[in-house]
């Protein structure tokens, strides 16, 4: 594709991503409203052949900063998000929700990823940008009071392909540091940048992945997407065709340049040695109405089958993609709420050993770390119906059960 091509790939994503922030403008005001980042810093990126920044935003529990954790020197597990838009629209602050959702109910710190976006930075600077953030996490983490062996990833869409596809690429990058301390000094590896460049790599501490909860994840990019829109039960519902030319002629780049089997791009269809690094515990929720459910329901049945890895498969029935992130400045539905609560639950679990309040009390006084449980696998279909029958708050005590959605 010739340069004038890109350019006006360019300035159509960034008309989208302008009125993109608008919509997700609209998504924040809706009561209770969205918050703000804690607090945020800028990194720089070290794997990605382009250099450049890479914003990381914080949101953290109340206790955070309090004189008793100060006292103890309490750590608090870490989910790592990354936000969707196809790699080319979005922000890290579009998932607010989600990150007070995980702060709330999960009793841990979220780090959500401002990556670069195609088309100025295609396949694979998103995914290096991802690895980058949790290196420079593990490495600060004394300072962040976060846990490096309570690591989860967390994304929606796009962002869902990078909660797989980021600890597949870290994983290779802590073997090549593994390579480079057995062989005694600094070693070059080959980047995985199309361009083939090579960056010197430096061995630090090493930290745990123990869990993911993706959204509604693309993980097949060799399914072209005719192939992924015959599987959708709802032809009404698909994702419109402007929106995935953009996205795949910004991200997949240059064109027939991109290895679509590659593991950091269909994390799916990844080989055997690479799924057996994912972490054990998997929360995944898929969308009835969606041109991506069918590979992730096929990614299911290999984790489960083929790995034995706990997966806790939810598909909600009646909905589209991207169904949590409507516009609406007015109601923040609150069977969404409920969703993004039970999810996190099942990251509570695997940090603190059990959902209940206790089960953080003890894991603080005895300084516990790494993971302290694991899900129970199990598939579930979720009604999403239209009538306003949960009665889920934001604010409420973390016990306190949902209306509508009994335990």
Not at 107 to 129: C, G, K, N, W
Not at 159 to 182: C, D, H, W
Not at 269 to 292: Q, R
């Amino acid at each position: 594709m010739g340069q004038s091509k890109r350019w006006a790939l360019k300035a159509q994503a960034v008309m989208w991503r302008n009125l993109m922030d608008i919509g997700m403008h609209l998504h924040m005001l809706a009561p209770p409203p969205a918050p703000a980042p804690s607090f945020s810093t800028t990194i720089s990126s070290k794997l990605a052949s382009k250099s450049g920044k890479i914003p990381l935003h914080f949101y953290v529990p109340e206790s955070y900063n309090s004189d008793e954790t100060k006292q103890s020197k309490r750590i608090y597990p870490v989910v790592i998000n990354f936000h969707g838009g196809g790699f080319t629209i979005g922000r890290a602050t579009d998932d607010a929700r989600w990150a007070r959702a995980v702060v709330h109910y999960a009793d841990a710190v979220v780090v959500s990823v401002d990556y670069r976006l195609a088309p100025e930075h295609p396949f694979p600077t998103a995914i290096e940008d991802g690895v980058d953030a949790t290196l420079y996490l593990v490495e600060h983490a004394d300072e962040l009071k976060i846990d490096p062996h309570r690591i989860a990833y967390s994304g929606f869409s796009a962002g869902g392909n990078m909660s797989f596809s980021v600890p597949i690429r870290l994983a290779e990058e802590y073997r090549t540091r593994k390579m480079q301390r057995e062989a005694g000094g600094s070693a070059i590896a080959p980047s995985s940048s199309n361009a083939g460049s090579a960056t010197t790599y430096t061995a630090t501490q090493e930290g745990t992945v123990i869990a993911i909860s993706s959204w509604y994840p693309s993980i097949d990019y060799t399914n072209t997407r005719d192939e992924r829109r015959k599987t959708n039960v709802r032809t009404d519902k698909e994702l419109p065709k402007f929106f995935t030319n953009l996205f795949d002629a910004s991200y997949l780049y240059p064109v027939n340049g991109v290895d679509l089997k590659s593991p950091w791009l269909s994390p799916g269809i990844a080989p055997s040695e690479m799924i057996k690094d994912l972490p054990e515990n998997i929360v995944l929720y898929t969308c009835e109405w969606d041109e991506l459910c069918a590979e992730a329901d096929r990614f299911h049945h290999r984790l489960v089958n083929d790995f034995g890895k706990k997966v806790v498969y939810k598909k909600v029935i009646g909905v589209a993609h991207a169904f949590d992130k409507t516009p609406n400045p007015l109601h923040w539905d609150p069977k969404i709420e409920t969703m993004y609560r039970d999810a996190c639950r099942e990251l509570r679990t695997v940090f603190y050993g059990s959902s209940t309040d206790s089960a953080i009390e003890e894991a603080v006084a005895e300084g516990k770390e790494g993971q302290q449980a694991s899900v129970t696998t199990r598939i579930e279909d979720i009604k999403f119906p239209s009538s306003q029958d949960s009665l889920a708050t934001v604010g409420s005590q973390y016990q306190q059960p949902v209306a509508g959605n009994s335990e």
